[in-house]
């Protein structure tokens, strides 16, 4: 079964709070995207509202940072269940380490314009593949359709591991990422842009 870890980057942030209660009980994680405006353009949320909306639901951290390291320590004293960093950025392999010296599940993410071999170095040490089916940096973008292919290479190589897909997913190709052996589905806007959050969350589930 696919689980779902709505992104709060396609929330209210006047609401947060509320639009994560809304949701929590229906999905497996809230995905919180942490953005540095140098790994990407943008700039976004930090360990205070991780720490706001703690308890809530588990959290799912990723991190689109320049010097991840930097941060797992921040994350973790919040307290991330999930703390992903991109393997284009800077020492993914020292970060990981420290994720999982804090007895945090570790995630490799990669960009759609980036070999699907990338993460080998790393694949032994986490627990999570997460594959981005959007350049990061925004909601709202359109999903990249071969994700769908990587994802089937990543499950027949990897049968063990979790694999999360993030950008543009919803519940038209919640089914085939689904069927590809992806487990965890991010959603932002599909979640958040409709008027029914719960029902998309369902759908996606259902597939
Ligand atoms: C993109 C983020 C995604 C994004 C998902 O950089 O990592 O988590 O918020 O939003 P949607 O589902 O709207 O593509
Ligand atoms: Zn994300």
């Known amino acids: 079964m696919v689980e779902i870890a709505p992104s709060m980057l396609g929330a209210n942030f006047g609401e947060m709070k509320r639009e994560a209660m809304l949701v929590a009980p229906h999905s497996a994680y809230l995905h919180m995207d942490v953005m540095d405006g140098h790994f990407v353009p943008n700039l976004t949320m930090g360990p205070d509202l991780v720490k706001a909306l703690r308890g809530i639901a588990d959290i799912d951290v990723h991190l689109m940072v320049a010097n991840p390291a930097d941060f797992i320590q921040d994350f973790s004293d919040v307290g991330a269940d999930i703390i992903s960093v991109h393997v284009e950025a800077n ?26 071999s990338a993460i080998e170095p790393y694949i032994e040490n986490v627990d999570l593949i997460l594959v981005m089916s959007v350049e990061p940096g925004y909601c709202g973008q359109s999903f990249h359709e071969n994700s769908i292919e990587r994802v089937r290479i990543y499950r027949e190589k990897y049968p063990d591991k979790i694999i999360e897909v993030d950008g ?19 959603a932002g806007s599909a979640i958040f842009g409709s008027s029914n959050p719960i029902k998309v969350i369902e759908d996606m589930k259902k597939g």
């Open 91 to 116: 020492n993914p392999e020292k970060a990981i380490k420290l994720i999982k010296e804090l007895n945090i599940k570790a995630g490799i993410a990669l960009n759609p314009s980036t070999p699907s």
């Open 168 to 186: 543009g997913v919803g519940p038209e190709n919640a089914r085939l990422l689904a069927e590809a052996g992806a487990n965890l589905l991010v």
